[in-house]
Structures are given as structure tokens and as C-alpha cells.
């Protein structure tokens, strides 16, 4: 799992940006903002209204059965008017002018998170490569070391060192092993967030 293939960087930012929640939250505002400017700008178009009434009544006065007197009083109506916004037009300009503040202010937090985003992505890459590389220099050290260990444990026994150097080589496998654990699971670590912000999906090892 050390070893695998490490996800290419910019593929992994193009698909964040997919499906990050502090994206799409920053890509809403803007949309948001856009529809403010449209409805500011709407302020200074005219605007058409149309009515229409139907109206009957009956009197007890009336000699006519109920009925003809509701089909003789029976009248329809509509009305047309238009409305051109005059003297409000630094109302809608003000409007607007804040609208379209409120768009810059959204694209600004857009672009911050995602210049935030690519900042985490690359540094989990420059911490997967690095570590991968580390994993596998680590290997080559502990085989070193370990092949070390045993010839001072053969000399030990021969009784051509002493105790202390034995320790040492001792030590030196332990550092050796213990350098390559920590860069394995690092590049492992570090190709699990690469995946999950790739996919949006927590990847259990197997």
C-alpha cells in the first residue's frame, strides 16, 4: 500500500472542486449574488399590471326573479396600467452597486478556498511522494542494518566484541526499522486524504 501509485495532483484538485462542500457553499454565494443584481437592475424596467373583475348583484326592490336579476346585472371588467419608476432611479443604482460588491465579495472567498483547497491537495502529494521515497530508501537501510546486526552478533558470540558495540548495531536496526514504519505509514496516510479528496469517500485499507 506504501507503493502504490500516487493520484496526480491536478486530477485530484479538478475533482474536489466537484464535490467539496466549502465549494459549492462559496459557488452558491456567487449565483446568489447574480440573481441580486438581476432583481436590482429589475427595479428601474417598468412594470405592466392587468386586472379583470366580474360583478352581479340582486335587489329585493326588483320585481325579476333572483336568478334573471343576477344574468341582467352580470358585468365584466379589466384594467391596464404601466408603471415607469421615475424618480427612484439612485434607489435601484444603489441597489445594484451593492449587488454587485456583495458578487465580488463571493468571488474573493471562492478563489480563497480554493486556493486553500490546492494548498492542503499538494501539501498531502509533496508528503505521499516524499515519504514513498523515504519508504523506500528505509528498506534498503534496514536490510543493511539488520545484516550488520547479525555479523556483530556472530562476532559477540565469538567473543571478538564486546557488549556495547553489539548494542550499537543493535540500535542502529531499531532506528532503521523504526524509520521505515514511520514512512510507510506516512505515504499510506498521506495516498488515503489524496483519495478521499478525489472521491469524496473514506477508502478503508485491505
Known amino acids: 500500500m506504501a507503493l502504490q501509485a500516487v493520484p ?12 467539496r462542500p466549502e465549494i459549492k457553499s ?3 454565494g456567487v449565483e446568489t449574488s447574480e440573481l441580486n443584481i438581476k432583481m436590482a437592475r429589475g427595479q428601474r424596467w417598468p412594470t405592466v399590471g392587468v ?15 333572483w336568478g334573471s336579476q343576477l344574468k341582467n346585472n352580470f358585468n365584466l371588467g379589466a384594467g391596464f396600467n404601466v408603471s415607469v ?32 483547497l ?32 547479525e555479523m556483530l552478533s556472530g562476532k559477540f558470540a565469538e567473543g571478538l566484541i564486546n557488549i556495547v558495540e553489539l548494542m550499537q548495531g543493535r540500535d542502529a536496526l531499531l532506528k ?15 495516498i488515503s486524504l489524496l483519495r478521499f479528496f478525489q472521491t469524496g469517500e473514506i477508502i478503508h485499507a485491505s
Open 118 to 149: 490546492y494548498s492542503d491537495i499538494e501539501n498531502y502529494w509533496l508528503q505521499a511522494v516524499t515519504n514513498q521515497e523515504r519508504f523506500k530508501v528505509a528498506q534498503v537501510a534496514t536490510a543493511s542494518a539488520k545484516t550488520s546486526y
Open 85 to 116: 419608476p421615475l424618480f427612484d432611479n439612485r434607489s435601484a443604482r444603489t441597489a445594484e452597486n451593492k449587488a454587485k460588491l456583495q458578487r465580488e465579495n463571493y468571488l474573493l472567498d471562492l478563489k480563497d478556498k480554493q486556493t486553500a
Open 176 to 190: 532503521a526499522q523504526q524509520n521505515e514504519l514511520q514512512s510507510k505509514y506516512l505515504a499510506i496516510l498521506n
Open 26 to 28: 462559496a459557488l452558491l
Open 8 to 19: 496526480v495532483l491536478q486530477e485530484v484538485y479538478a475533482r474536489a472542486l466537484e464535490h
Open 51 to 65: 386586472s379583470a373583475s366580474a360583478v352581479t348583484n340582486s335587489t329585493s326592490m326588483s320585481s325579476n326573479a
